[in-house]
């Protein structure tokens, strides 16, 4: 079982950072590949970003491609989201997903592929 805690959403200015946080509980974390869904109001739950277990390998949707990076911690159980020259359809629910793997290397970018979820931050971006 694995419990995940976002953090650092907030209100943020077009162009602007936010850094996004997801904690992990368990000492299995590296066992896990992770990723980032994000949900607008009436729409679906689009992937952001994926990184496999080993954190080698990394994968974004064209749409947040060179302004936002994933990385993990191990160490620390925590998976970032580090968005940068955000803009105001970045506005959405975050939320972070862990995905039980025997593979390191591997990436998963469905909502359907992974096993747990966090609560979700709130990111609003204003024009």
């Known amino acids: 079982q694995v419990q995940l805690v976002e953090s650092g959403g907030g209100l943020v200015q077009a162009g602007g950072s936010l850094r996004l946080s997801c904690a992990a509980s368990?000492?299995?974390?590296?066992?896990?590949?992770m990723g980032w869904f994000r949900q607008a109001p009436g729409k679906e739950r689009m992937f952001v970003a994926a990184i496999s277990s080993g954190g080698g390998n990394t994968y974004y949707a064209n749409s947040v491609k060179g302004r936002i990076t994933i990385s993990r911690d191990n160490a620390k159980n925590t998976v970032y989201l580090q968005m940068n020259s955000l803009k105001p359809e970045d506005t959405a629910v975050y939320y972070c997903?862990?995905?039980?793997?025997?593979?390191?290397?591997?990436?998963?970018?469905?909502?359907?592929?992974?096993?747990?979820w966090g609560q979700g931050t709130q990111v609003t971006v204003s024009s």
């Open positions: 997903a862990a995905a039980l793997t025997t593979v390191r290397t591997r990436l998963r970018t469905r909502p359907e592929e992974y096993d747990y």
């Open positions: 368990g000492r299995t974390f590296s066992s896990y590949a």
